[in-house]
């Protein structure tokens, strides 16, 4: 076998960052990588291709392969020099007694996180106080590789590109608004009350209440015990814990509870009774998990619980690394999260598998540390009555009311919910992150959670999917306001309960983004049954805003685009469009038949209101402007730093707010036939009655029109700037609720380089400056029509020498491009299919075709590039 050269390698001297690389890394990450060597050059890059990697960490030395010369990659490779530094790593040896990081592993996924983050801002002005360390010694340390890029054939390129359903800006501009907080807790509310009284969540209650009740009495049997002992351990006299019914039931009024009468709320109690919380039964789950991790580990095969959690429980347990955190954790009075106790919180966590290099652990720290205990008094101000419960779709059974002495409706009862207990400090990080995402907050990151999801993994509970039994625990907390959704999810995560569509990285994005993936329901579940007229709240506020009049303060007007007249039109093309199955226009007609068939009810269970105005605001006057915000935050990958993911550079966005001024400059000052109607200036109150002398022949009414318009426009602009950002999101998440589109597309255009024989000579099409591809940066309009692209494509002027015409026929496969028809603002004229920012194709072919429709007046000659490309 051939001899790896990676020991080589890294016995080799290497070189210090460069003292301004250094400087920013350590400003970035908060650490001293003084001891780091950098290892670049043919031998480095050899290295890196034998264990499949752009570039590779061993202790302190980074060694940077082929494609592995980017911020980027060096901040993930230093990420790796801190985990190293921190303790082992995951690694497998690849058969030359090299131990090789797996790129799926969560060390890999915490340093891919971590350089994506950390390069998202400028760095700080001051470098963090960083912690110096002795040089870490690299022959043990595994090798933690980013994995190598795949190969590229000639021409096809990299493109920061959205995922479906995101959006450009990820909706944060409504998080700052007025309103935006009630209406998110609204929505909360009514997504616990719908858990409440779903079914599958009353019957994953039950069930699991049934096998833990089974467990309980096989283990009695096991152990000599009374069986009757089970009943009592699901019962606790305990008058400020919601869901409680005391221990007064008789054993019919029990099975009753059990197998008929029990709502959500009382049986996820009384699983969180049985399994830990009711610390004086005879009986419960803590006892049994204590014997399977002290002298009875054969309990869990006994009892037929989840071996394999309970075995890695238990390993952890008894291991070596749980009493230094114990140890550390008691200087701090905090020893108990590390006891040797199934259910200590520090010990769960520590043995996730979190998704962000700051891990799970330090979330929870981080959003328990600005929770205080409220007074008596204001917790009694801050508990709920019965009413509210009624009102939170949660009303409280008799058994409840029974047991907390039968309060009126507007008593206040005596239950210690999260909201009652608790008071977050608004003042601190975690609260404000969350509120610059949107996210409410109400008690911390929900460790109650992860304890009762953990209980429902080590029990085994036959015929229940684990999501539904989170959507019990949902019933149970959200309607009390014990926590909010995303403290509950993220306990949730940390028990390794994540569905389609989590992550700590999308939430991260804000509630709007986070409110759509809530497994186990469907986006149109969630729109039938907790949005409110369909909408998440953030389309609801915009397709308020959109309907709002205008006023002449900007801050307390509506939108500026599509206008109250267009965004009026929509109730009407919206609700054609659903009839669209049953009662179809001829433009539906053939809209339905241009998409497959597809069918517009069904569409329309996710595609809303909000979404059909926002087409209508694209593709009015305001689309240039849109694409102008849009531009300032998507930049193909070589054009703009790596790592910007999310936020718009502060240049990018200047560049793009003096876009929008002079298209508006020039809107206020031509009026020809084709013109768009634009309503950010027609119909402003101020700008309105000045458009008549700005678009005449009068000069000096003209200069007094433009100086009275220009001076709005700059108060216009940044607010118009902000709201566009509203319609570029809610384009994008228009688009990706509508049918993907096949076929073939046309689209009119120019490109650089001469139409002279010389330049044709050879020619292949290089649109954005990458040679043998096309991409796009923006939202892009194609035609079904060829006369259509043709058209617009003789309207581009162009010079001749330097810049040409080009016809782009574009074979779409079913990824980035949407038929707009029914919601464009000039319907059945364009035949449009719009591209999503970030589409690829792969150039096939181009040539040089006579135009004999040419229009002389555009400039340049007769000949035009038609270039042939599809979808990659």
Known sequence: MQRSSVPDVLRAAGQPLDGAVRTEMEARLGADFS????????????????????????????????GGADRHTLAHELTHVIQQRQGPVAG??????????????????????????????????????????????????????????????????????????????????????????????????????????????????????????????????TEHKDVALANKSFFKDDKTSAGQVGEGLTTAQINEFFARDGNVRELITAVYNAAYYNKGAELSLKEILNGIIGPKPQLASTLGMNQEELKKHSAFLNGWSRPPLWAAANLAGKGYN??????????????????????????????????????????????????????????LSARELAFVGKPGPDDKLPWNEGTAYWEIQQNESWPKENAARGVPVVAG??????????????????????????????GWMLPSWDHSLYEILRGSWAAGVKGPGESAARAGKGAALMYQNIAPFTEEELRQNVCVGGHFPHEAMYFAEANKPRDTDPAASG???????????????????????????????????????????????????????????????????????????????????????????????????????????????????DQEWVPTLDEDPVIQPQLANARGTDPVAKKAA???????????????????????????????????????????????????????????????????????????????????????????RVSGTKTHRILLELTLTGKYGRDIDPFHQYQGTEAEVLLMPGASFRVDRSEWVQDPGHDPANGGSDWYEHVYATEA
Do not use: C
């Open 35 to 66: 001891d780091v060597r950098l290892h670049t050059g043919p031998t480095a890059q050899r290295s890196a291709a034998e264990v499949g990697a752009r570039a590779y960490t061993s202790g302190s030395h980074v060694v940077i392969g082929a």
């Open 92 to 221: 497998t040896d690849n058969g030359s007694g090299l131990s090789i990081s797996d790129p799926s592993d969560r060390f890999e996924r915490a340093a891919e996180e971590n350089a994506r983050r950390v390069l998202a801002g400028p760095a700080p002005a001051e470098a963090a106080s960083v912690q110096r360390t002795a040089d870490s010694p690299t022959e043990e340390a595994p090798v933690q590789r980013t994995a190598a890029a795949p190969a590229r054939t000639g021409g096809e390129i990299a493109v920061q590109r959205f995922g479906d359903g995101e959006a450009p800006f990820d909706h944060a501009q409504y998080y700052a608004k007025t309103g935006w907080q009630a209406a998110a807790e609204e929505f909360e509310k009514r997504l616990g009350a719908y858990s409440f009284g779903h079914p599958r969540a009353l019957a994953a209650a039950r069930k699991t209440v049934a096998r833990l009740k089974q467990l309980l009495i096989a283990y009695a049997r």
């Open 338 to 395: 590390y006891e040797k106790d199934p259910y200590a919180l520090g010990n769960l966590l520590w043995q996730s598998d979190p998704e962000t290099f700051a891990g799970d652990t330090r979330e929870m720290i981080n959003s328990q540390g600005p929770r205080k205990e409220r007074s008596e008094a204001d917790k009694e101000a801050n508990r709920k009555t019965p009413r509210d419960y009624a009102d939170r779709g949660a009303p």
């Open 445 to 474: 990151m929900s460790g109650t959670t992860t304890r009762m999801l953990k209980t429902f993994q080590w029990i085994k509970v036959s015929g229940v999917d684990v999501f539904d039994y989170r959507m019990a625990v949902m």
């Open 559 to 673: 939108f500026m685009e599509p206008g109250q007249n267009a965004a009026g039109t929509v109730p009407a093309k919206y609700n054609a469009f659903v009839r669209g199955d049953t009662a179809p226009t001829p433009r539906i007609a053939k809209w339905k038949a241009d998409n497959g068939g597809a069918s517009t009810e069904a569409v329309a269970e996710r595609f809303k209101p909000a979404h059909a105005t926002a087409l209508m605001a694209y593709t009015g006057g305001a689309h240039q402007m849109i694409n102008s915000v849009v531009r300032s935050r998507l930049l193909p990958e070589g054009y703009a730093p790596y790592g910007t993911g999310g936020v718009a550079s502060a240049g990018a966005a200047a560049v793009s707010l003096q876009q929008i001024k002079s298209q508006l400059r020039w809107a206020a000052q031509n009026d020809g036939p």
């Open 706 to 796: 433009m100086a009275v318009i220009d001076a709005r426009i700059d108060v216009l602009a940044p607010v118009l700037f902000e709201e566009l950002k509203a319609h570029a999101d809610m384009t994008m998440e228009a688009l990706n609720r509508l049918p993907p589109v096949t076929g073939t597309v046309y689209r009119g255009d120019w490109n650089l380089g001469g139409d002279e024989s010389i330049y044709r000579l050879g020619k292949q099409a290089a649109l954005n400056y990458r040679p043998g591809s096309v991409f796009t940066t923006s939202f892009d309009s194609t035609s079904r029509e060829k006369s259509v692209g043709l058209g617009f494509m003789r309207g581009q």
